[in-house]
């Protein structure tokens, strides 16, 4: 079973940038199409944003402000955020983009403060 443990959540001011970690293993990176989610308060889990090939897919409102990128060799898949706002707050996860999905990994949260 692939263990997914995600890291660089933090709070941060309206206008801030973080940059999330996800720490898969290199042949899932390797193989497989990643994506990051947002469970947002009082919301289900969503896919903002996948590694497919080609260009990657970013979710409408995240478009231009968030960047996906993969370190296949250290099986190590990122979320960089820029611009961030308070509507970008919740809990980020990683998984596979589309189903059957591993068991999720614990998250890390983003709180954006305005």
């Known amino acids: 079973q692939v263990q997914l443990v995600e890291s660089g959540g933090g709070s941060v001011p309206a206008g801030g940038s973080l940059r999330l970690s996800c720490v898969a293993h290199?042949?899932?990176?390797?193989?497989?199409?990643m994506g990051w989610f947002r469970q947002s308060p009082g919301k289900q889990r969503e896919l903002i944003a996948m590694?497919?090939?080609?260009?990657?897919y970013l979710r409408d409102d995240v478009k231009g402000r968030f960047r996906m990128s993969a370190n296949r060799e250290l099986g190590i898949v990122y979320l960089e955020m820029d611009e961030l706002k308070p509507e970008d707050t919740g809990r980020y996860y990683c998984?596979?983009?589309?189903?059957?999905?591993?068991?999720w990994g614990q998250g890390t949260q983003v709180t954006v403060f305005s």
């Open positions: 290199s042949l899932v990176v390797d193989m497989v199409t």
């Open positions: 590694n497919q090939t080609g260009t990657p």
């Open positions: 998984n596979t983009a589309t189903a059957p999905h591993f068991h």
